[in-house]
C-alpha cells in the first residue's frame, strides 16, 4: 500500500488529516504509530478545527520536519533550506487544490469552528474534499522524498 492509500485508509478509520497523513509515513520516520498519531492529533480541522492551515498540509510539514528538518538553531543556511522545502510543498498543494487553508478549501466563512468534531457519515464524506486532500498531501510528501 501506498502513501495515499495509507492516508486515505487512516481517515476513513476516523483519523483526522494529519493523523492520517503523518501516519501513513510513521515508518520512514521511524516513528510507531501510536506516537505519530498523538504527535499530529491536535492540527485535524486546521488545527483544533479553527479552520486555519489544512491539517493535511501541517501532517506533511511535520514528516518534512522529521525527515529533512534542522536543529541547530544558528543555522540559517540549514534553516532557509527547511523553509524553502516547506514552501514548496505547501506550493504545490495550493496548485493543484487552489488553497492550502481548511476553511478555503470548506468554503466555510469565519475563522473558527465547535470543537465538536461531526460524525463521520456517509453525507460527512459526500460533502467534504478531506480524503482526496489527504491523499493528495500524502502523494505530494511520497514524491518529494522519492
Do not use: W
Not at 514528516?63 to 540559517?76: I, R, S, T, W
Not at 540549514?78 to 522545502?85: F, G, L, S
Not at 476553511?103 to 466563512?109: A, F, N, T, V
Amino acid at each position: 500500500m501506498d502513501h495515499e492509500e495509507k492516508a486515505k485508509e487512516l481517515f476513513k478509520e476516523g483519523y483526522n488529516c494529519s493523523q492520517s497523513v503523518v501516519g501513513a509515513f510513521c515508518d520512514d520516520m521511524n516513528l510507531d504509530l501510536q506516537t505519530a498519531l498523538k504527535l499530529s492529533s491536535s492540527f485535524g480541522g486546521g488545527m483544533g478545527r479553527l479552520r486555519e492551515v489544512c491539517g493535511a498540509v501541517s501532517g506533511m510539514f511535520m514528516v518534512a520536519g522529521v525527515l529533512f528538518g534542522y536543529d541547530d538553531p544558528k543555522d540559517q543556511k540549514i534553516k532557509a533550506e527547511h523553509y524553502t522545502r516547506i514552501q514548496i510543498l505547501a506550493n504545490k498543494f495550493r496548485e493543484q487544490n487552489k488553497s492550502f487553508i481548511c476553511r478555503e478549501l470548506l468554503g466555510i466563512e469565519g475563522t473558527s469552528d465547535s470543537p465538536v468534531p461531526e460524525a463521520r457519515t456517509a453525507e460527512y464524506y459526500a460533502k467534504r474534499p478531506c480524503i482526496d486532500l489527504v491523499g493528495d498531501a500524502a502523494k505530494i510528501m511520497e514524491y518529494y522524498i522519492m
